[in-house]
């Protein structure tokens, strides 16, 4: 494993972006090209009766109205242990508000928009639907709980005990970059350019709704203007407008309103964390039971028990007991959001360790640091490595945390405004894919390097550059990365911080057989320049490798789940050890004493996530994601109509997120020590622990400040009036 830290490089694609010249999915532009409009329904359950389309039909330039006597019948599940079915197409049965019963096309996207806004469907209205949580009609399906030790025994022993609820509420992505698909059928094949993280997953669900073989399909995302979970699964938009071309035999682009988005793509659902915490007589922990549940949609995927992942990694303490439950609504499915699970759950746990640290009068920093991980009690393996005490010591050292008065509203400003400093860890498990990576390096000074990853904006681009660049003599101007196109290479999606750690060792393990493989092909010749020149001088035109990582503890079985379009994650459960990446967040808020409004000045957050491969971007994640965790800890909750269903506040004017006067000095390091057995860089993940824990320092900051403890997000004023 090398050692080395790896330099500051600038981004690869900072050039392009500036610019405005990097090309994403939706500015393909086409001969023929069709716009599309998707028509809601403005029920929130029941069934269409009939669409009438003569209206759609004559507004100039409409050129088809398809309905779901148009498509296909949606695609039945495959039985146990089978993928889930794709998401529906077009169906008549309404399950959410806002759900598409019509797809308009037309010349140009405005008369798609008119011969939408035209159509007038007959509805059936199912008038008993359930739009949340507590409203009658919700069905509450628990799932396996996740146990070690024996925690009610251990809660009897406690001395000290802290019991709460905290509450995250819905939330829904809103990436710059809308949904997009652009789909066109030739020859026999049908391409379609989406901004998706999951090139192949799109791919998977496409074929499947539509009947096709995987060789008639190719997907493809060059870039993607924002992902954070939303695109990291099939839409369903993307086989309707599939289907649309193949039917026209005319290329047909959608670009999903963001109206349509809040109620069509996955979001972040409303979950409530029922957190106990017994100490003993030294004031330590020893028990806790966590339990948690989410709103879901009647026949969605999203698994709650991940709520109780992260908690029992961060502090040593081996009793614990925690469940986990859906609570099936009428709503469309729930999914992955930036550090999905480990943001509300660590918002609710951190906050109850500040709550049982000021109940035994501790220090919230000294009381963390007395509790160490360095085994995953439930599974009993040895952490690969855990330096999140660490990040803590180092956090509060640059913060300046024993500069700080323990008693709430103790610090203030000289105009009154009150100051809190809070504190929080985070954690997020680490995983890794299989992936199947192709370097080539050509005599023209070209090199080209296809593998699965996709560029979201987090800079993928950049880290694989840095290993090719660091490990191989060759031009990096003229390096072309071939990523997120199914006809390339074989492609997982990309999420949940494993497109690192998945991808750069299966570069640098290329770089390694290229020099080897050169070296074969020189022999005893002495030959200097770079790679681009040596092959010149030995009238070479190219040379290529071919390498195929699997990460440890899989085998043949999950390569070729992967080939054939299939998830194949290992970890953060590994035959021998577990693995999770560690953060912590120290934030300073200022209060003002007669409005309440909140501000973050200044934040110091410090990461252990394995070794940096590319520190500008990693510094970019983790400024991301903390600007993140503030704007969903005082913005952002996205309302329901419990009259109507649906989403009340679907777009930014409404759907309050952080602005710049909110956001103050983020102070980002890293304690960058490879992990000595996850994979040959020892890089763990970033992208979602940047964010994780960060809302519960703010929550913890500002009782500090004032003496309020706040327990749902997000804080709002009338709440510290």
């Given at each position: 494993?090398?050692?080395?830290?790896?330099?500051?490089?600038?981004?690869?694609?900072?050039?392009?972006?500036?610019?405005?010249?990097?090309?994403?999915?939706?500015?393909?532009?086409?001969?023929?090209?069709?716009?599309?409009?998707?028509?809601?329904?403005?029920?929130?359950?029941?069934?269409?009766?009939?669409v009438p389309v003569e209206a759609a039909l004559q507004v100039p330039g409409v050129v088809r109205v398809l309905t779901?006597?148009?498509?296909?019948?949606?695609?039945?599940?495959?039985?146990?242990?089978?993928?889930?079915?794709?998401?529906?197409?077009?169906?008549?049965?309404?399950?959410?508000?806002?759900?598409?019963?019509?797809?308009v096309l037309a010349e140009t996207l405005e008369a798609a928009i008119e011969g939408a806004e035209a159509i007038r469907p007959d509805y059936a209205p199912d008038l008993a639907f359930t739009p949340l949580i507590d409203s009658p009609g919700h069905r509450r399906e628990p799932v396996e709980p996740i146990t070690a030790g024996d925690a009610a025994d251990a809660m009897t022993r406690a001395v000290?005990?802290?019991?709460?609820?905290?509450?995250?509420?819905?939330?829904?992505?809103?990436?710059?970059?809308?949904?997009?698909?652009?789909?066109?059928?030739?020859?026999?094949?049908?391409?379609?350019?989406?901004?998706?993280?999951?090139?192949?997953?799109?791919?998977?669900?496409?074929?499947?709704?539509?009947?096709?073989?995987?060789?008639?399909?190719?997907?493809?995302?060059?870039?993607?203007?924002?992902?954070?979970?939303?695109?990291?699964?099939?839409?369903?938009q993307s086989a309707i407008v599939a289907h649309a071309a193949m039917l026209t035999g005319r290329p047909v682009k959608l670009v999903l309103p963001r109206g349509q988005i809040f109620h069509n793509a996955s979001f972040r659902p409303r979950s409530r964390h029922r957190i106990e915490i017994g100490a003993d007589a030294t004031g330590k922990m020893i028990a806790v039971r966590y339990d948690a549940d989410h709103q879901q949609s009647r026949s969605g995927q999203f698994p709650p028990a991940e709520y109780l992942e992260a908690a029992p990694q961060m502090y040593g303490f081996t009793d614990y007991h925690g469940t986990a439950a859906n609570v099936r609504i009428d709503t469309q499915s729930p999914g992955y959001m930036r550090a999905?699970?480990?943001?509300?759950?660590?918002?609710?746990?951190?906050?109850?360790?500040?709550?049982?640290?000021?109940?035994?009068?501790?220090d919230p920093v000294a009381f963390r640091l007395r509790h160490e991980a360095t085994i995953d009690p439930i599974h009993n393996r040895p952490h690969s490595s855990n330096h999140l005490h660490s990040c803590l010591r180092e956090g509060a050292r640059r913060f300046g945390w024993d500069r700080r008065t323990a008693a709430p509203g103790s610090m203030t400003l000289p105009d009154g405004t009150l100051v809190g400093w809070g504190v929080a860890s985070g954690a997020y498990p680490v995983h890794i894919h299989p992936n199947i990576a192709t370097?080539?390096?050509?005599?023209?000074?070209?090199?080209?390097?296809?593998?699965?990853?996709?560029?979201?904006?987090?800079?993928?681009?950049?880290?694989?550059?840095?290993?090719?660049?660091?490990?191989?003599?060759?031009?990096?101007?003229?390096?072309?990365?071939?990523?997120?196109?199914?006809?390339?290479?074989?492609?997982?999606?990309?999420?949940?911080?494993?497109?690192?750690?998945?991808?750069?060792?299966?570069?640098?393990?290329?770089?390694?057989?290229m020099k080897a493989a050169?070296?074969?092909?020189?022999?005893?010749?002495?030959?200097?320049?770079?790679?681009?020149?040596?092959?010149?001088?030995?009238?070479?035109?190219?040379?290529?490798?071919?390498?195929?990582?699997?990460?440890?503890?899989q085998g043949q079985k999950e390569l070729a789940t992967f080939q054939q379009g299939g998830m194949a994650l290992a970890g953060p459960f590994f035959p021998a050890f577990t693995t999770f990446s560690f953060i912590a967040h120290f934030v300073e808020v200022h209060v003002e004493p007669r409005?309440?409004?909140?501000?973050?000045?200044?934040?110091?957050?410090?990461?252990?996530?394995?070794?940096?491969?590319?520190?500008?971007?990693?510094?970019?994640?983790?400024?991301?994601?903390?600007?993140?965790a503030i704007s969903a800890a005082l913005r952002e909750v996205t309302e329901v109509d419990p009259r109507y269903g649906g989403w009340l506040n679907n777009d930014l004017a409404d759907y309050v997120v952080a602005v710049n006067a909110d956001i103050g000095e983020i102070d980002v390091s890293f304690i960058d020590e490879p992990d000595p057995v996850v994979n040959a860089l020892g890089v763990k993940g970033l992208g979602e622990v940047a964010m994780v824990g960060c809302a519960a320092a703010v929550a913890n900051g500002i009782h500090h400040a004032t003496g309020r403890r706040l327990r749902e997000m997000p804080f709002r004023i009338e709440t510290l009036l």
């Open positions: 494993m090398s050692v080395e830290p790896f330099p500051d490089r600038p981004r690869v694609d900072a050039h392009e972006k500036v610019r405005g010249a990097a090309i994403y999915a939706a500015d393909v532009a086409l001969p023929g090209l069709l716009h599309a409009m998707l028509v809601p329904a403005t029920i929130a359950k029941g069934r269409v009766t009939a779901a006597t148009d498509f296909p019948p949606p695609v039945q599940p495959a039985g146990a242990g089978g993928p889930p079915p794709p998401p529906p197409m077009i169906t008549p049965e309404i399950a959410y508000r806002g759900q598409p019963f019509a797809i000290t005990r802290h019991s709460a609820e905290y509450v995250s509420p819905a939330q829904h992505h809103n990436p710059i970059e809308m949904l997009s698909t652009t789909a066109f059928w030739a020859d026999g094949v049908l391409t379609v350019h989406e901004g998706t993280q999951s090139t192949s997953g799109t791919k998977g669900a496409v074929g499947r709704n539509l009947r096709l073989e995987p060789d008639q399909l190719v997907v493809k995302s060059p870039q993607i203007g924002g992902g954070f979970g939303q695109k990291g699964t099939p839409q369903r999905p699970h480990p943001h509300p759950s660590c918002f609710a746990f951190e906050s109850a360790v500040d709550e049982l640290a000021l109940m035994l009068e501790q370097l080539t390096v050509r005599a023209d000074g070209t090199t080209r390097f296809a593998a699965a990853a996709h560029e979201m904006g987090q800079g993928i681009r950049s880290t694989i550059e840095q290993v090719l660049v660091r490990e191989l003599d060759i031009d990096p101007t003229r390096l072309e990365l071939a990523i997120g196109d199914t006809s390339a290479a074989a492609q997982h999606t990309t999420a949940g911080s494993w497109g690192t750690g998945s991808v750069v060792p299966a570069a640098l393990e290329a770089a390694s057989r050169l070296a074969e092909l020189l022999g005893d010749r002495q030959v200097g320049g770079n790679l681009h020149r040596q092959l010149a001088r030995v009238k070479r035109p190219s040379l290529s490798v071919e390498v195929t990582r699997i990460p440890y503890g409005t309440r409004r909140v501000r973050v000045p200044r934040v110091v957050s410090v990461a252990d996530c394995g070794r940096v491969v590319s520190p500008r971007t990693a510094a970019s994640q983790v400024r991301g994601g903390v600007t993140w």
